[in-house]
């Protein structure tokens, strides 16, 4: 028999790591829908904690949509959200090493990048705008001293641009999301309200 060792109160170690609970336990969320398809995103600690965008077809079959070397996942706001969004077999997200927007196509092929290289302007929210052939995002932008400032931007889905403003004044945007007649609609909110007044002052805009 294995020998018996007696030790302090608190300082016995365990074979049990906090690695070995965690390591092979997969976060799942944000599930999308495109056509008979239905996708959502992985977190997975064996890989690093790398965020990876599944898809699984009509017909039972799942797999992978964005290769290794990237993570879907934006740090607006800090705590991101929003990081990718599907439309027509195409997926657009956020990398998390250099928040960028890139696309892929989800039947293969190595993704694109739409915005451009730099890591202290982040997107999120993004929502298709098919008759301009834009995406409408959450731009937080870091590179000058101060507060980041956000803005609503429109980004081409087939060129690497910085973004074009299309919202600006205030301290927070969210949700934007295309009405049927191409408007924009979107959640604001005014610097430093309290929560209790957040609620309140959400305004839904076209």
């Known amino acids: 028999m294995p020998r018996k060792t007696i030790s302090p109160y608190g300082s016995w170690k365990s074979s049990i790591s906090t690695e070995m609970i965690v390591s092979e336990s997969v976060g799942l969320g944000d599930m999308e829908i495109d056509g008979t398809d239905?996708?959502?995103?992985?977190t997975r600690?064996?890989?690093g904690g790398r965020y990876v965008v599944v898809r699984k077809t009509s017909d039972g079959l799942i797999s992978d949509v964005i290769p290794g070397g990237f993570s879907s996942r934006t740090t607006v706001h800090e705590y991101g959200g929003g990081s990718y969004l599907v439309d027509n077999e195409t997926i657009f997200f956020s990398n998390y090493s250099d928040q960028r927007v890139y696309k892929v196509n989800v039947n293969g092929g190595n993704p694109t990048a739409i915005s451009?290289?730099?890591s202290d302007v982040r997107f999120a929210d993004g929502s298709?705008?098919?008759l301009r052939n834009r995406i409408i995002y959450g731009r937080e932008d870091h590179t000058q001293a101060g507060e980041a400032i956000n803005t609503l931007v429109s980004l081409d889905m087939c060129d690497e641009t910085d973004g074009t403003i299309a919202v600006e004044g205030a301290d927070f945007y969210a949700s934007p999301s295309i009405s049927p007649?191409?408007?924009v609609s979107y959640t604001h909110l005014r610097a430093h309200e309290t929560l209790r007044y957040l609620v309140c002052r959400?305004?839904?805009e076209k």
């Open 45 to 47: 600690p064996s890989e």
């Open 116 to 118: 451009r290289g730099n």
């Open 202 to 204: 959400l305004l839904l």
């Open 38 to 42: 239905v996708y959502w995103l992985e």
């Open 128 to 130: 298709v705008d098919e």
């Open 181 to 183: 007649d191409g408007s």
